[in-house]
């Protein structure tokens, strides 16, 4: 209803109105009488109660950022922006290595010669520790440092007839000596001659053999290791082919396909009759399979 209200002054202090009525179909708070400060709403009544600086009810804390403002913190099931690529270790552990060897001993004292791989009872020792032998800092974590000795392993790692493998490590070479040098040596004695395999470093290269009755099918890889820096090296045999790895370079590789046959030996790292490696070794690995070039370069990636 819209009030018409006409206004007769009685008295100073008095009055009285007569009214007509027209039906507008609307009526507004302030027409039907109630004053702005005083509208009959509940959210007005909570703002009249509240002391006169504090925000409405409903808003946000004074700090807060608007409700749709991007944020910086990632989502909870996102990793760490810059989580880290898997380790030399976890590459190496993940092949299934039966020898492998770390290292890590303490740098100064002892070296830990312990078996991180799959193959069960396996005992390395330094054979015939000369002054030359300690534990010092590796490539990853510690190394050996291998004079005028050699890691014994055991009668372990014997591959007979075709049967796939894989030798690795890292190695720097602290000797400027260019006659062969020993990494892996495991090659017996039979009624037919030496039965095994090699892998020596040289001044040509790195050369891996297979030797069956005394003669040995091989491969050399290029360029041979330099002095005084570090060298990530492979050799793979498939059953077929022998292949030699250096520094994550392609491989050179030549067929072997001699069917090698059992004999009792000692597999040595370092060292074998007067021809062995002077430097350090870290992260010598052997796997009873041939690690494809995909697995070598991951390896090589993790560790330089």
């Known amino acids: 209803m819209r009030f018409r209200c006409v206004f007769w002054l009685v008295a100073a ?35 009249a109660d509240a002391p006169p600086d504090a925000p409405p009810p409903d808003a946000p804390p004074p700090d807060a950022p608007p409700a749709d403002a991007p944020t910086d913190a990632p989502p909870p099931d996102a990793p760490p922006p810059d989580a880290a690529l898997p380790t030399y270790a976890q590459e190496v552990l993940s092949d299934n290595p039966i020898l492998y060897l770390r290292f890590d001993g303490n740098v100064g004292s002892g070296i830990d010669l312990s078996n991180s791989g799959s193959l069960p009872g396996v005992n390395c020792v330094i054979q015939t520790a000369d002054a030359g032998t300690a534990s010092v800092t590796g490539k990853v974590g510690n190394a050996v440092k291998i004079g005028g000795s050699e890691i014994n392993c055991g009668d372990v790692a014997e591959f007979t007839l075709k049967s796939p493998f894989t030798l690795e490590g890292w190695f720097q070479k602290t000797s400027g000596a260019t006659g062969a040098q020993r990494l892996f040596y495991r090659l017996g004695p039979s009624a037919k001659g030496s039965q095994g395999y090699v892998l020596n470093s040289s001044g040509f290269g790195v050369a891996m053999y297979r030797y069956l009755d005394n003669v040995p099918s091989s491969i050399v890889a290029t360029p041979p290791l330099v002095n005084g820096t570090w060298s990530y090296v492979a050799a793979t045999y498939d059953g077929a082919q022998l292949c030699v790895y250096l520094d994550g370079a392609s491989p050179d590789c030549a067929g072997s396909t001699e069917s090698i046959p059992p004999v009792a030996t000692t597999l040595r790292l370092g060292g074998s009759g007067g021809s062995n490696f002077t430097g350090n070794m870290d992260e010598v690995a052997i796997y009873s399979k041939a690690l494809s070039k995909a697995r070598i370069d991951a390896h090589y990636n993790a560790g330089k």
Do not use: I
């Not at 007509?20 to 708070?29: E, F, L, N, P, V």
């Not at 027409?31 to 005083?38: E, I, P």
């Open 13 to 47: 202090s008095s009055f009285s109105c007569a009214c007509s009525t027209k039906s507008t179909g609307k009526t507004s708070a302030k027409d039907a009488g109630f004053a702005d400060s005083a509208l009959p709403d509940a959210g007005v009544d909570a703002q």
